[in-house]
């Protein structure tokens, strides 16, 4: 037989290995369901919402050990309580340990869901120190979307009650032998693998997942594939990924291939002195589309999600223009002062004449269509759209240090929206040039309170001896603050704070433009002078003092 013959017959049967293997693991692990991978080792593979790739649970494993069980990943607590009782099917044996394979939501929320029924949770140190640093901004955010996690009643994550430094990190009986690597800062700095080298599986957690499931926010990602490659040095015959099916050895070396190419495609337009704007487009403050096109060999690994590679190719940008991991990026953001809010009214046209002709505001174009602005300074604004609500407050503007993070709401349900901050100055004509404060209604105190204060840096100035007002003043040279207000019956507790530096001057000013103020200057409960008014649509208006009056 000819070699060119024979060498194309190897190929194409070593390809129909190839296909019938990776059939084979859909059929091992599907969805939500308890599978066997050789005796006493279990795979669970997580369900996404139909139809999407958004994430109910992750993928969790099963081991047996010879009096317990290991459980990789602790996933969120209602998936937990899924693989806890999964595992009763399977065995007698109680759960010892729950192997954090990293920080995340969806691998370690379920963390005290297992520790409740004895377990020891356990994790590289690398995992407590990353949620110190995005703590319990996240869990906070989660508690909003997934009732399993507001239903913990927790203020933060629960850490892994056991961490180790160096690997391997062993577990062993008779039964068999359970190592834990870290290989370093990969997708994030607490990656934990767990090996099981008789049976030649490797528990990757989101290092290694199947299919296009890649997260590169906390990564360090020109490292990453290196991590990947240290595990590739392992003698490894099942991938038990943290998203995806099972697979073989092939899927370590597909994902590491996917890092390289998004890394070198950004990297090359980064050399050609390409901007993130030519590379990203933006709609709402998020990415939606990219000029990056990666080879088809790695389409695997490409999510159809139209924002998951241009988020991807923003991290890496981000992480190549400013020399450093992507992950140490996100640490360095941080809120310095108020940027505006936005306000949904019935009449933009009547806003226009009242903050134009009254308070001296100069109308600025906006980016939404139809929206009116009016430009306070140049980092503050405030914005209106057409609509009506009890409360009227939308959204509002922090401004950001560093790479502003992506939008998010607060635990009231408020659009916040992250904006650099500029120099320019307000209009000459203006009453004040400050946005001092912005106040809103809440159902309760504590948990707008704590979520500003832990996320932001909001420090408490101000309660109200009945509890029903709390003000937080946040970090940056001019102490803006936020107001929370307990909703009452009456009216909508939604306002701006404008600062002025003399109140009767702003007073006299006002009166004569025909401002409909409610009273005259008066001294507030906080201690400043104050004086208040509601504009056409209803919005409350307060302008302030930013001292404290002198006694």
């Known amino acids: 037989m000819p070699r060119l013959r024979k060498a194309a017959i190897i190929s194409r049967v070593r390809r129909l290995i190839l296909t019938a293997f990776l059939l084979a693991s859909v059929a091992i692990a599907q969805e939500g369901a308890l599978k066997q991978v050789v005796p006493g080792v279990w795979f669970r593979e997580g369900e996404t919402r139909p139809g999407t790739r958004v994430i109910l649970c992750a993928n969790s494993s099963l081991i047996e050990m010879k009096d317990y069980l290991i459980v990789v990943d602790a996933n969120f607590p209602s998936c937990a309580k899924q693989v806890i009782a999964a595992a009763k099917t399977v065995s007698s044996k109680p759960i010892k340990y729950v ?30 120190e990353e949620m110190d640093r995005a703590e319990p901004k996240a869990w906070l955010h989660e508690a909003q979307v997934r009732k399993d996690v507001a239903d913990m009643h927790l203020p933060t994550p629960e850490r892994p009650k056991q961490t180790y430094t160096t690997s391997p990190f062993v577990l062993s009986d008779a039964t068999r032998r359970v190592e834990l690597y870290n290989f370093g800062w990969g997708h994030t700095r607490g990656d934990t693998f767990v090996y099981l080298p008789k049976e030649k599986i490797l528990c990757t957690g989101d290092v290694v997942v199947n299919g296009p499931f890649i997260t590169t926010r906390d990564a360090d ?42 890394y070198k495609a950004v990297d090359e337009a980064v050399k050609r002195g390409q901007t993130l704007d030519q590379l990203v487009t933006m709609k709402d403050g998020r990415p939606q589309s990219t000029s990056i096109q990666l080879p088809k060999s790695v389409d695997h690994f490409v999510s159809l ?6 988020t991807q190719v923003q991290d890496v940008y981000e992480e190549i223009t400013q020399g450093k991991p992507r992950g140490a990026i996100a640490e360095q953001q ?11 009214v019935a009449d933009l046209g009547k806003a226009r004449e009242f903050y134009t ?9 906006g980016k939404e269509a139809g929206a009116v602005v009016f430009r306070i300074n140049g980092s503050q604004s405030l914005e209106f759209i057409t609509g009506e609500a009890k409360d009227p407050l939308e959204t509002i503007y922090l401004i950001a240090s560093g790479s502003p ?31 001092l404060h912005i106040g809103m209604g809440v159902s309760e105190l504590a948990g707008p309170a704590g979520f500003y204060s832990s996320n932001f840096g909001g420090k408490e100035i101000f309660r109200r001896p009945d509890n029903q007002i709390v003000i937080l003043r946040l970090p940056g040279p001019r102490e803006d603050w936020v107001e929370f ?40 409960s906080n201690g400043h002078w104050v004086i208040n008014m509601a504009d056409p649509n209803g ?12 006694k």
Request: charged share 25%.
């Open 539 to 550: 919005v409350r208006v307060e302008l302030m003092e930013p001292q404290p009056a002198k």
């Open 99 to 128: 192997i954090d394979t990293h920080h995340h939501r969806d691998h370690a929320y379920g963390n005290p869901v297992f520790t409740e029924i004895g377990a020891t949770t356990l994790g590289h140190k690398g995992v407590p």
């Open 305 to 310: 999600q139209s924002w998951k590679l241009p």
């Open 405 to 435: 993070p992506p939008a998010e709401n607060d635990p009231a349900g408020h659009r916040l929206e992250f904006v650099k901050a500029a120099n320019a100055t307000g209009h000459g004509n203006a009453v004040s040039e400050h946005l």
């Open 357 to 365: 002709k009254v308070f001296g505001f100069e109308e600025v174009k």
């Open 334 to 344: 941080q809120v310095t002062g108020l940027g505006g809010a936005k306000f949904r």
């Open 485 to 524: 207000i307990v909703r009452q019956p009456q009216g909508s507790q939604d306002h701006i704070c404008l600062d002025v530096p003399d109140i009767q001057k702003a007073y006299q000013t006002l009166e004569a433009r025909g401002a409909p103020i409610r009273g005259k200057p008066r001294i507030a």
């Open 221 to 262: 990602n020109k490292q990453w594939p290196e991590v990947i490659r240290q595990a590739q040095k392992l003698d490894v015959r099942y991938v038990l990924p943290g998203h995806g099916p099972i697979g073989d050895k092939t899927v370590l070396e597909g994902m590491r291939q996917f890092l390289i190419e998004l």
